[in-house]
């Protein structure tokens, strides 16, 4: 699976913007997906996951309530949308693709790095004051 995310760009602190992920090669019906993001000097972080068919999300506290992840499987699509944005959420943002389903029992593994098979190359998000 190739994954290419983009709509990154320079905002302003409260601005709106929404973040894609679009993929080739196979469809992904199949992954669970996830967005994770990486700041300057600061390990990749956990931003937001969501399961096969898109009934089951979950959010890092941090953007809880701000940004919502969903899906488009026709589309071969994941997306991010991203809310009421703060300096704090500057950083470059990557997808990923995770061959086992999101489950209520194991939702807090869709934090873990190692358990995505795939990504993207990522894209950078500017949040000015």
């Known amino acids: 699976v190739q994954l290419q995310a983009f709509g990154g760009g320079l905002v302003q602190a409260g601005d709106s913007l929404r973040l894609s992920c679009s993929a080739s090669g196979r469809g992904l019906e199949n992954y669970a997906m996830g967005w994770f993001r990486q700041a300057p000097g600061k390990e990749r972080e956990f931003v937001a996951a969501i399961g096969w068919s898109g009934g089951l999300t979950y959010y890092a506290d941090s953007v809880q309530g701000r940004f919502a992840i969903s899906r488009d499987n026709a589309k071969n699509a994941v997306y991010l949308q991203m809310n009421g944005l703060k300096p704090d959420d500057t950083a470059v943002y990557y997808c990923?693709?995770?061959?086992?389903?999101?489950?209520?029992?194991?939702?807090?593994?869709?934090?873990?790095?190692?358990?995505?098979?795939?990504w993207g190359q990522g894209t950078l998000v500017t949040v000015s004051s």
């Open positions: 990923a693709a995770d061959p086992e389903d999101l489950t209520w029992a194991t939702i807090t593994s869709a934090e873990i790095v190692l358990d995505y098979h795939y």
